[in-house]
């Protein structure tokens, strides 16, 4: 995959459309569209940044090309920064999404769901093999980087 910037034809950054993928280390900056969406389902973002993007730094999304429309569950954004997008910092539209020591600040808004998160905060590396998920948290932990999302 590569950042799509301008010339992409959707305007996109990157695009996940299958199950089990993983995207490390990325910057998608001042795309016309979302930097990263995330279409499908266990996916894992880590360590990726998202920066004056047109719309959304990072969204998972419902699978738009399925009918009724089915959201995208148990993804994974682990270590990522969402910064001075137009739109949302992190949308969830998904279900299930577990946010860990993500960082999002300057966006319009910088956290932004339709799905409830399933938050944690980590002190080890990223996520590559999916571990048992974390309990459901709507508080920040003490450690987390600020702001946190939710």
Request: proline share 7%; net charge negative; hydrophobic share 30%.
């Amino acid at each position: 995959m590569s950042n799509g910037g301008s010339d992409s034809q959707d305007g996109r950054g990157f695009a996940i459309f299958g199950n089990d993928n993983e995207l490390t280390g990325n910057l998608a900056k001042r795309n016309l569209d979302d930097g990263f969406n995330i279409f499908e389902d266990r996916n894992v973002l880590a360590g990726n940044r998202a920066d004056a993007n047109a719309r959304d730094g990072f969204h998972v999304d419902d699978d738009e090309f399925s009918d009724p429309v089915d959201p995208s569950e148990d993804n994974v954004l682990d270590g990522n920064r969402a910064t001075n997008n137009q739109a949302e910092g992190i949308e969830n539209d998904g279900l299930d999404t577990v946010l860990i020591d993500n960082f999002s600040k300057g966006n319009r808004t910088d956290c932004a769901e339709t799905a409830p998160w399933r938050s944690t905060a980590a002190t080890s590396a990223p996520t590559a093999a999916r571990s048992p998920r974390p309990a459901r948290s709507t508080a920040a932990p003490a450690d987390a980087p600020i702001p946190f999302c939710p």
